[in-house]
């Protein structure tokens, strides 16, 4: 299991099989009646979105640290981890991905506020549809699994952070 992980964290096109597996698998599932070749064509599509995202994040944190796809993709694993390198070199590309990182959180956190507004005009939408309609089981449904989502949003969001104030931290202490 290890070894499937890290090769899944490595290499890009391990993510895309996957993502197309999941694509597919998924576009049949809600696409029961369509031709099969349109759930592989749309899973195609995903997939070819996804890994162009994937591609062009692995491109941007390789110029801000200096390093290949490969060794990002190592130094994102030791983030995860923890592990801090005993090379000065990967401590420095270390330093500056987690300075990229945490930049782009913060920068992301000025827009939580508005995000929350929206997630919330679509919620009291739903909850005045369905009293219009007379049915309020499927947006009290919704309801919740929004303010789930935006829960485990909040959750993830708070655990990077602390990841990588932690690896800053442990970056700048000599010990």
């Given at each position: 299991?290890?070894?499937?992980?890290?090769?899944?964290?490595?290499?890009?096109?391990?993510?895309?099989?996957?993502?197309?597996?999941?694509?597919?698998?998924?576009?049949?599932?809600?696409?029961?009646?369509?031709?099969?070749?349109?759930?592989?064509?749309?899973?195609?599509?995903?997939?070819?979105?996804?890994?162009?995202?994937?591609?062009?994040?692995?491109?941007?944190?390789?110029?801000?640290?200096?390093?290949?796809?490969?060794?990002?993709?190592d130094l994102t694993r030791r983030i995860r981890h923890r592990e801090v390198p005993?090379?000065?070199?990967?401590?420095?590309?270390?330093?500056?991905?987690?300075?990229?990182?945490?930049?782009?959180?913060?920068?992301?956190?000025?827009?939580?506020?508005?995000?929350?507004?929206?997630?919330?005009?679509?919620?009291?939408?739903?909850?005045?549809?369905?009293?219009?309609?007379?049915?309020?089981?499927?947006?009290?449904?919704?309801?919740?699994?929004?303010?789930?989502?935006?829960?485990?949003?909040?959750?993830?969001?708070?655990?990077?952070?602390?990841?990588?104030?932690?690896?800053?931290?442990?970056?700048?202490?000599?010990?």
């Amino acid at each position: 299991m290890h070894s499937l992980k890290l090769w899944l964290d490595r290499s890009l096109a391990a993510q895309a099989v996957m993502i197309f597996a999941i694509g597919t698998g998924l576009t049949a599932l809600f696409r029961q009646g369509s031709h099969p070749l349109v759930w592989v064509v749309q899973g195609a599509f995903y997939t070819a979105v996804s890994v162009g995202f994937l591609a062009v994040q692995r491109r941007r944190a390789g110029r801000v640290t200096g390093k290949d796809p490969r060794g990002v993709a190592d130094l994102t694993r030791r983030i995860r981890h923890r592990e801090v390198p005993s090379d000065p070199d990967e401590q420095e590309a270390m330093r500056r991905l987690v300075a990229d990182q945490l930049r782009k959180l913060e920068r992301a956190g000025r827009w939580l506020p508005y995000w929350l507004g929206f997630m919330g005009l679509v919620v009291v939408g739903m909850l005045v549809l369905g009293a219009i309609s007379g049915s309020l089981v499927f947006p009290a449904i919704f309801t919740v699994a929004v303010a789930a989502f935006c829960y485990a949003i909040f959750r993830m969001r708070r655990h990077t952070l602390a990841l990588y104030r932690h690896m800053r931290s442990a970056l700048e202490d000599p010990s």
